[in-house]
């Protein structure tokens, strides 16, 4: 129950100073931890920002957008999920970092089964 009062006390705290210093603070945070780390952070903060969002709704439109056309890039995906959820513009470097991560598994799919790539061509 402390660490749990001291969490709440340290948001308030930090909600107390001004913007500048509350860049600092997040920044000295993240500074801490690896690429992996920050990402889960962000995840976890955009699902807490938009809880209505599903975000395997997210992840398979982008599937879907490079299923059809892996030359797209990760930042056309993630500009294109970000206007269709109507996000904040803000959010488009996790986006891309997803698209990043989806297109890697979309494109280890293709290579792990070929057949099933050519079978989806042919339909």
Known sequence: MTQEKNAITAARMIKSVDDHHQ????EGLLAGFSEAQRLQWMQ???EMTYPDLVWDDLEALMEKNFEKDMKKTPSDVASLCQRHFEMSPKTLPFLVKVAQRVKLRVRTRMRRHPDKQ???RED
């Not at 860049?23 to 997040?26: A, N, Q, R, S, T």
């Open 118 to 120: 050519q079978k989806a």
């Open 23 to 26: 860049k600092l603070f997040i």
């Open 44 to 46: 976890l903060v955009c």
